[in-house]
């Protein structure tokens, strides 16, 4: 039995879709940052740093959402969440789920938390405008980059369309929409008429179109 330690569209919405995609039994325990829950010293026994998610799976507790993923794809190679060991699509599959996390992601946490980068206050809108500017450009990146579809690595669906359609809905303010994108829109399509998005959206009380 899993227990994923979540918070509604949070960075554990991937793994969340994975743990549905596995179909392996799993419990979901609400992490409620509007009451700074993440900070908790129970939770921060967990996870020390404070953050969310973190899978639990009888001694094993793992915290950050792309090491998560990489477990539950490697915990259960039937469902072909990732691609066979050893092979070139395997390392394809490592290139975009770091290229998600170590620069999406990152540079998504400078957009929306802005004043956490700066002691100037003035300098908050001006960190702003950079990552939009940078973020609309790391997305084109990977719709061109991406080939013929209709997933990042090509017909099979796999963990890091769920990383890349998570990671999409946080760039929905944008100035530019990940989804506006042709490719990366075609993309999204797909991925949100798989019964594992659908559940995961409606159990988050997730509202309003998913992609802004």
């Not at 918070?7 to 039994?25: Q, T």
């Not at 990732?82 to 998504?108: C, V």
């Not at 802005?114 to 997305?139: N, P, V």
Request: aromatic fraction near 12%; charge should be negative.
């Amino acid at each position: 039995m899993y227990e994923l330690h979540y918070f509604p569209g949070n960075a554990s919405f991937a793994p969340h879709v994975l743990l549905r995609e596995v179909g392996a039994p799993f419990e979901l325990r609400l992490v409620d940052r509007s009451v700074d829950a993440h900070k908790a010293p129970e939770y921060l026994k967990l996870n020390p740093a404070g953050r969310i998610p973190t899978l639990v799976a009888g001694d094993l507790v793992l915290f950050e959402s792309a090491a998560i993923c990489l477990h539950l794809c490697d915990s259960h190679p039937d469902r072909f969440l990732a691609p066979p060991l050893g092979t070139s699509d395997r390392a394809h599959f490592y290139k975009w789920l770091m290229f998600l996390t170590n620069t999406i992601q990152t540079e998504l946490l400078m957009y929306h938390y802005s004043e956490r980068f700066t002691k100037d206050a003035d300098g908050i809108g001006a960190i702003k405008i950079a990552m939009d500017q940078r973020l609309t450009g790391w997305y084109r990146l990977v719709a061109d980059n991406m080939g013929d579809g209709p997933y990042l690595l090509g017909g099979q669906f796999s963990a890091v369309d769920a990383y890349l359609t998570m990671v999409a809905r946080w760039g929905r303010f944008l100035s530019e929409k990940p989804g506006s994108l042709p490719k990366l829109g075609r993309l999204f399509d797909q991925v949100l008429e798989r019964p594992s998005l659908q559940a995961a959206i409606e159990r988050e009380g997730i509202e309003g179109p998913f992609l802004g």
